[in-house]
């Protein structure tokens, strides 16, 4: 069983970076992918960004690419995301997931692929 926190969520003013964590428990291998995902109020939870926890391409969601970056910290067993530009309509409720399995990157944008899910982190961005 593979436990998952977020933090570094917050209140910013658009134009702001912040930069999101999620530490797991264990149980995590190179070819475990690890994801961020966000949902809005009223709208379906959507994909960000995900790659394997041992290295490669990350894969982005045109909505973020080029703002956005995933990156590791493997000493912390961590994850981050470090978000700049930050604009109104990326006020979300974050979510990092995991899943455990080797997956191809093709599936990687799909909810149902993830094991582990956590309780989320949330980023409100103003005008």
């Known amino acids: 069983q593979v436990q998952l926190a977020e933090s570094g969520g917050g209140f910013v003013q658009a134009g702001d970076s912040l930069t999101l964590s999620c530490v797991h428990s264990g149980g995590i291998t190179r070819d475990s992918v690890m994801a961020w995902f966000r949902q809005a109020p009223g709208k379906e939870r959507e994909f960000v960004a995900a790659r394997t926890w041992g290295g490669g391409s990350t894969v982005y969601s045109d909505s973020v690419k080029g703002r956005f970056t995933w990156s590791r910290d493997a000493a912390k067993n961590t994850i981050n995301l470090q978000m700049n530009n930050l604009q109104p309509e990326d006020t979300c409720l974050y979510y990092c997931?995991?899943?455990?399995?080797?997956?191809?990157?093709?599936?990687?944008?799909?909810?149902?692929?993830?094991?582990?899910w956590g309780q989320g982190t949330q980023v409100s961005v103003s005008s």
């Open positions: 997931a995991a899943r455990s399995q080797r997956v191809i990157v093709g599936h990687w944008r799909r909810q149902d692929v993830y094991d582990y």
